[in-house]
């Protein structure tokens, strides 16, 4: 098991709350809402936490929604994941999108996404004349099949055929 290292959390607001996890091997850390907020149907609205974060060099984090509020309520993260560069030191805001038809209320304390810290490779871009060739080539969207066993073979991609 790795080593556990400290994320660093600066509250902006005295009633904001720390991200926590539901369970300790989750790997989501729950984000809480800050201040009451209103969706409106198929409307979007940015959401303050009242926290900032010192994300370690070298890796990201990664605002993610949550499963039941997408589930029961149609709630969403906009710009799923949103991004936390190791650099921002900004109040971390969740923008959010109701895709139902009906309004929803996000109330001061609700829980409304999860964060995840990941490492990320930093590469050095580099021009190039060519690239190696590839498996799939330069086909694009769809090229690798559709959806669900073919009407040629219904029981192509369940291990007979």
């Known amino acids: 098991m790795a080593e ?20 300790p091997q989750d790997a989501g850390l729950d984000l809480f809402a800050l201040e009451p907020a209103e969706l409106p149907a198929a409307g979007r609205v940015s959401v303050p936490t009242g926290l ?41 805001r969740v923008l959010l999108l109701n895709t139902s038809a009906e309004s929803f209320t996000i109330n001061a304390g609700d829980r409304i996404a999860q964060l995840v810290i990941v490492a990320v490779e930093l590469p050095v871009v580099v021009d190039v004349q060519a690239l190696s060739d590839g498996d799939r080539g330069s086909a694009g969207f769809g090229s690798s099949g559709g959806f669900g066993p073919s009407a040629a073979d219904p029981l192509a991609g369940f291990g007979a055929s």
Request: aromatic fraction near 4%; charged fraction near 20%.
């Open 4 to 23: 556990a290292w400290s994320l660093k959390v600066k509250r902006l607001a005295d009633e904001a709350i720390l991200p926590r996890r539901a369970h």
């Open 52 to 92: 900032a974060l010192e994300v370690p060099a070298g890796h990201a984090g990664l605002v993610l929604p949550r499963s039941g509020l997408a589930a029961k309520h149609g709630i969403t993260v906009a710009n799923a994941p949103g991004l936390i560069d190791s650099g921002y030191r900004g109040e971390l």
